[in-house]
């Protein structure tokens, strides 16, 4: 008997012969032979109709070999489990009832569905700001395993957030499932000057491919921005008051998530592009893209080194000289901070005028980080799985490369001038150490930051030596 219980680190395998078995000689032995399954059983199943799921079982009894039949079993389990409909889902694989031939198997999946109600709700406190945040869940209300969500977030800075979606699985379909999303935000980017008003309803699907291991996501989008300036700001320079604008932005956006098995060195990658474009409807010809990738090693017990690394450009896709612009202030990247680069003032490695920040059309970011057991804690106690020493070096740029002028050449050389830009500019980079603590969805991070190197000229309020915190999903 072959249970697949939810378990992060693969297959469980348990033997229910009466003599001791060796389930791995076993296993090793069945691989490669034939197999063919003849029954897929749900149980557990009571709002959730049972051809909701068809799509996502069905290729079971398409599997060749017991290999096969394993990888199929797990893609399965992640997949039900994605539909979030689902508290837990068990897969069993056992030899098929009544067959005479041992290569015969039936699979049942026991599934725990999630109250049909369900909500949330929690406090945080990160970076000079404090959050809070409401959910609350429909789940299958339509019997076809879909969701239908309410979110709302609310910060000490007047950032907030409103959010409806719906996620309905489609029979028949591999891309899964189908969102419909309507999201308001109010966005106070530290050191702008500037609120921005930001409608966004889309429409999207998302796969799978390569297993688990890829998540793609594609989606119709169309943005209302209202960027004003900040009610609480006087004297401000004209270059920031004329990103002040109203804009209808509609396009689409791909994504994918890379989770590629690289043995002892775990990678995660994501990499999205945006196109909004006149021939949707909307204001603007433009383009952002923007890259993630972190890796983490062990490098002996109880020491782990990540390394990880984010970049983004934006540019118009108008023709020179035809209606090419700036890129408009909510689409602009901004650098310094505890989430981002560590050791500098929030948003303060962009392009200063007055001293608010315009923020950059192209950027990069990197870091090293150190994490190192606690000395003073026994290894398998509860402090020391969650609380680390951390010793990291980051650094970042920002440039603009969008004025007028740059937008009347061609966009081959557009994008040359901003690759030099880029590697020419004079990185800021700073070193810390402090204590980290893992939850099971946030991150907290103590630090003592020593910024070493920035442009003085440029960024004379930019380091920020001393005591950090912050709390976040993820850090650089």
């Known amino acids: 008997k072959i249970q697949n219980k939810q378990n992060p680190s ?38 959730v109709k049972p051809e909701a799921l068809t ?5 079971l009894l398409d599997t060749d070999t017991f290999q096969d039949l394993l990888e199929q079993g797990t893609l399965t389990q992640v997949k039900l489990s994605q539909l979030g409909v689902f508290k837990d889902v068990g897969v069993v694989i056992d030899v098929a009832r009544g067959s005479e031939s041992p290569d015969e198997y039936d699979v049942q999946i026991d599934a725990t569905e999630k109250n049909w109600l369900f909500g949330s709700g929690g406090v945080a406190v990160g970076a000079n700001e404090g959050t809070a945040n409401f959910g609350m869940n429909l789940n299958s209300a339509t019997g076809y395993a879909d969701v239908l969500s309410f ?6 800075l007047g950032n907030h957030v409103m959010d409806a979606t719906w996620r309905l699985p489609l029979k028949g379909l591999f891309w899964q499932p189908l969102t419909v999303s309507l999201n308001q935000t109010f966005l106070h980017p530290f050191n702008s000057a500037l609120q921005h008003r930001v409608v966004t309803g889309s429409i999207g699907v998302d796969w799978l491919t390569g297993n688990e ?9 169309s ?6 300036l900040d009610d609480s700001t006087m004297h401000v ?7 002040c604008s109203d804009l209808l932005l509609n396009g689409v956006e791909y994504s994918v998530d890379l989770q590629p098995d690289t043995g002892a ?24 893209a923007s890259t993630q990738v972190r890796m983490s090693a062990p490098l002996w017990d109880g020491v782990t080194l990540s390394a990880s690394l984010h970049t983004g450009v934006a540019m118009s896709l108008a023709q020179p000289g035809k209606g090419a612009e700036r890129i408009p202030a909510v689409d602009r990247f901004r650098l310094g901070g505890v989430h981002s680069v560590r050791g500098f003032n929030f948003n303060s490695l962009d392009t200063q005028v007055g001293g608010y920040s315009l923020g950059g059309n192209a950027f990069w970011a990197g870091a090293l980080n150190l994490y190192s057991r606690l000395p003073f804690l026994a290894p398998e106690s509860l402090l020391a799985h969650h609380v680390q020493l951390h010793g990291f070096v980051n650094g970042g740029a920002v440039v603009s490369t ?27 980079l700073a070193w810390g150490v402090g204590l980290t603590m893992r939850m099971s969805m946030f991150q907290a991070e103590l630090n003592y930051c020593f910024p070493f190197a920035f442009t003085h000229r440029t960024h004379p309020n930019a380091p920020a030596q001393g005591w950090s915190f912050g709390l976040a999903m993820e850090f650089l």
């Open 55 to 59: 799509t996502i079982l069905t290729p």
């Open 151 to 156: 979110k709302g977030t609310r910060s000490s």
């Open 10 to 47: 693969g297959i469980k395998l348990t033997s229910m012969a009466e003599e001791e078995v060796d389930i791995a000689d076993v296993l090793q032995q069945k691989l490669h032979a034939k197999v063919k399954v003849r029954n897929v059983r749900v149980e557990g199943l009571s709002r």
């Open 402 to 428: 969008d004025s007028d002028a740059s937008m009347s050449k061609p966009t081959t050389t557009f994008i040359k001038d901003t690759t030099r830009a880029l590697v020419n500019a004079a990185p800021a």
């Open 223 to 228: 943005r209302y921005v209202e960027t004003t």
């Open 265 to 288: 060195v775990e990678t995660k990658a994501r990499a999205t592009v945006g196109i909004d474009g006149l021939v949707f409807g909307g204001m603007r010809d433009q383009c952002k």
């Open 237 to 243: 320079p004209f270059p920031v008051r004329e990103t």
């Open 213 to 221: 291991n890829f998540k793609h996501s594609l989606k119709l989008r």
